[in-house]
């Protein structure tokens, strides 16, 4: 089955800086690797997701790149805000893995005013 | 607005007690999940329907049910709650038919075992 690795499990960064959080997987067929965001009691939710068939995906302030061959995957979080403290998890699925969606350990990101 | 819905938001159950959560959507999706969530942890699948066809996964508990009488509701007995159960429990919704499509979560209900 799958496996996803995630780092780091904890990151602070001063408010205006960029963070990064990176994810390996194992199962060279997943092809959908979302990323969700959980604040601190509330719902884990989708903020930004890519497929395999691209290599990089932006949103604003987020972006996401995929490297197929590497197997691995990125959340890049530019101009960092107080708000973008949380908890992401990033995920991988694939259309060979049934409804399953398998998560990383998570990262705490801790912005700095 | 379509959503996704669990109640109670908070539960408090004694040792042994048997406890209902439940979950319902007003999204139609055909997928609904029940999570197990401990502080600091990513999310554990207990287990999904899809449709009506029941897939657990291989080490969910027994003493971990589920039902789900309607493609609306979905529902996770636990049977003889352990300390150790006490944690988030989050329903997720999606539209399939595989895990590529995006999950969409409910509330959670925050489980205590006393």
């Known amino acids: 089955g799958e496996n996803v690795e995630q780092h780091p499990s904890t990151l602070s960064v001063q408010e205006g800086d960029s963070a990064v959080i990176k994810c390996t997987y194992s199962d060279s067929a997943s092809n959908y690797f979302p990323w969700y965001k959980q604040e601190l009691g509330k719902r884990p939710q989708l903020i930004i997701d890519i497929r395999s068939n691209v290599g990089e995906k932006k949103d604003q302030r987020i972006a996401v790149t995929l490297n197929k061959t590497a197997k691995h995957f990125s959340l890049h979080i530019t101009e960092t805000q107080p708000e973008d403290s949380a908890v992401y998890f990033c995920a991988a699925s694939s259309d060979n893995a049934g409804n399953m969606l398998t998560f990383g350990g998570g990262t705490r990101l801790m912005v700095k005013p | 607005d379509a959503m996704v819905i669990q109640n109670p938001r908070y539960q408090v159950t004694q040792f042994g007690k048997p406890v209902t959560l439940s979950c319902s959507q007003t999204?139609?999706?055909?997928?609904m999940y029940w999570y197990q969530q401990k502080s600091s942890q990513a999310p554990k699948l207990l287990f999904h329907?899809?449709?009506?066809?029941?897939?657990n996964e291989a080490d969910t508990p027994d003493n971990f049910q589920s039902r789900r009488p309607n493609t609306s509701f979905c529902f996770l007995d636990i049977r003889s709650p352990g300390l150790g159960d006490a944690a988030m429990y989050l329903c997720a919704t999606s539209s399939g038919p595989t895990g590529a499509y995006e999950q969409y979560f409910g509330p959670g209900t925050r489980l205590t075992v006393t």
């Open positions: 999204l139609n999706h055909n997928v």
């Open positions: 329907y899809y449709d009506k066809d029941f897939n």
